[in-house]
């Protein structure tokens, strides 16, 4: 561990860098820095979501076939988050997400000019592979640089910018593409995206606390540290967390606009994807949940909140099977708010959990939660196409179920005890969708 001044704390150069202090200029400059990153991250992972439609009539095919955009990038960011949060454990933090970034914004740029579905596939993989950068080593350069006392709740307010990239792709993308094509749509994303890159470049302050890893230092080596996290039932139930529920959720928004521009709601694509909104309720959930996490510790703590989120996800999914707007929108509103406090729980207590390699216990939920978004975002596409949103809503209700149910019986209450400071946020989380 370096050795250094923390700013705004007035600590000693012979002490070790204990990170920014809240309120000092480094530690804002973290905090705008990864949620620039993650803003250019997640609104060109998910700009596409909500012009499946259009994109569906341009290259003339079918829902599903348009969803596997969707599950092509997350499919790359799966496989990469591991070798990525591996490169920096050798070559440093900012350096890593710097390539990324830049990687990123370069192939989306490219996307747009995809002359058909498997070109366009290729691309989204390759175009999602690079953006692992960013959430397999955001947390870890955070909880590195930022005062311990402090990262949780600065962890969590990277989680809420991310929220806030996905939703900005969503809504600049559709009404853009009912106005020329998707094409231009993503393309616009990707230069807004770009604007960002610059903002994170600027601002993220050089990492004080990053120590490599050699060849020759003590402990296990990364297949050690990856199969000490899978070994242990509770973080696999907590991987699992992400990929029933990060499937579902995808599911449900990639084929929202579908049953929204159809009978009886009819309403144009620039119209729907404004309820895209809804990813609001999840930037004060993913904070808000850490919090009573901690307030819970002697009532079981994360686990009480993880199974009441699951429980909140799954009456707001009940309410979208109407056919009346409002409670389809309200519906929405408390899934979305569900989801991302569980998925702010599970992402943070597993890295909390692992007695060696918190950084491949962080990049192991990374790729089961984008697995996840991968494979059964896509499948909800044939319940959907086969028994319309009643099957859609079937398929997600019992990934809920299965994901409660495992929680319920593997995670025990005492595991989700500890500090404030430790139980009260993500600070391992890679990320809203």
Known sequence: MRKGTETGAGSSRDQPWAGHAKGSRGYRGVLIGLAAAGMATFAQLYSVQGILPGMARDLDITASSAALTVSAATLGLAAAVIPWSAAADRFGRLPVMRLAII??????????????????????????????????????????????????VAAGSYVSGTTI???????????????????????????????????????????????????????????GRLLANLRNPRQLTLYLQGFLLMGGFVAVYNYLGFRLGAAPFSLPQSVASFLFLAYLAGTWSSR????????????????????????????GLAFTLTAWLPAVIAGLVVFTGGFFAAHSIASGWAPFLATAGRAQSSSLYNLFYYAGSSLLGWVGGIFFQTWGWAGLSGFVGALMALAAGTAAVVLTPESGTGSTADSAGSAGSPGGP
């Open 165 to 223: 990239g996905g939703l900005a792709g969503r809504l600049v993308a559709a009404p853009v593409a009912d106005a020329a094509d998707w094409r231009v749509g993503v393309g616009v994303v990707s230069l807004l995206a770009a604007g960002a890159g610059i903002v994170f470049m600027l601002t993220a302050p050089k990492q004080q606390g990053f120590a490599p890893l050699r060849r020759s230092d003590p402990g296990p080596g990364l297949g």
């Open 103 to 152: 990687a990123a914004v370069v192939l989306g740029l490219v996307v747009p000019f995809s002359p058909d579905l498997p070109v366009l596939l290729v691309l989204r993989f390759a175009e999602g592979a690079a953006m692992g950068g960013i959430p397999a080593v955001a947390l870890a350069y955070l909880n590195e640089e930022v005062s311990r006392v402090h990262a949780a």
């Open 288 to 315: 808000s949940a850490g919090v009573l996490a901690g307030r819970l510790s002697s009532r079981g703590g994360r686990k009480t909140v993880l199974l009441g989120s699951i429980a909140v996800m799954a009456a």
